[in-house]
């Protein structure tokens, strides 16, 4: 039987691309379900025609066959070619292509600017770990329903966990309200009770799922040894939000 498997796609006129039958079987579990049905023996190759047209399946191919160097084509992918890597990954069951997926992400959530299109990317690929660490820091950089190309019920799902996630961080602020109750009386504590109130509203108002409670916005009212408390206080916060928070719903 031939190694070679002649996939065909839909353009005009059809281009007929020639990829190896055992790496396909090995790295997708839909071409394996597709090409392991027992066929008559022959030496001519078999035939797949594909729903994608070339320009979208070469890049999905060049991870899976695990094009490597610099010129390998899927290093050159723009924003709209990795999604539609990301959406074929799902749909061929590829875990190496997952894979590259997601290094792409966390390249994306660590990168400066725009964390739109990691959200976008981890949401076709997961792992819920990685889609978490997306939708954080897309949330903080005010991500809304036009900016992502998510798939498809990932944007509800978005909405439910980011309210869930205010409505922890002010709970945990009306427990944390009383600073009067958590710390040894002091004068700095007359100015400092109300402004530690407005640093809370401050806090849910410029809310940061990340981080709601940053320690850099604490106010100057206290007095050094009262400002130390207050910052382990904040400290204390932001570690129970992390506890407590929801995992993303998958
Ligand atoms: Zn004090």
Not at 75 to 80: F, N, T, Y
Not at 121 to 133: F, I, N
Request: include cysteine.
């Amino acid at each position: 039987m031939s190694d070679s498997v002649l996939l065909v796609t839909p353009d005009e006129p059809p281009v007929t691309l020639t990829a190896s039958r055992t790496t396909l079987i090995a790295q997708s579990r839909v071409f394996h379900d597709l090409l392991a049905m027992p066929s008559a023996p022959s030496s001519e190759p078999a035939q797949l025609v594909l729903a994608e047209t070339e320009a979208e399946i070469k890049p999905f191919l060049s991870v899976l066959f695990g094009e490597d160097g610099d010129d390998a084509s899927w290093r050159k992918l723009d924003e709209a070619h990795w999604l539609v890597v990301a959406k074929l990954a799902d749909k061929y069951d590829a875990p190496i292509v997952r894979h590259a997926v997601r290094v792409e992400v966390w390249r994306r959530i660590d990168e400066a600017g725009d964390s739109f299109p990691a959200l976008s990317l981890a949401t076709h690929v997961g792992p819920a770990s990685v889609t978490k660490a997306a939708a954080l820091s897309a949330l903080a950089r005010g991500w809304n329903k036009k900016k992502g190309n998510l798939a498809p019920g990932a944007a509800d799902r978005l909405a439910a966990w980011s309210k869930s996630l205010k409505a922890l961080a002010a709970a945990i602020a009306v427990d944390y309200s009383d600073l009067r109750a958590r710390v040894t009386r002091c004068e700095c504590l007359t100015d400092g009770a109300k402004a530690w109130h407005g640093y809370l509203w401050d806090c849910l108002r410029a809310f940061d799922p990340r981080k709601p409670f940053p320690l850099e916005d604490i106010p100057l009212t206290f007095c050094s040894a009262h400002h130390g408390i207050v910052e382990a206080i904040a400290n204390n916060m932001n570690v129970q939000y992390e506890q407590w928070m929801s995992p993303f719903p998958s």
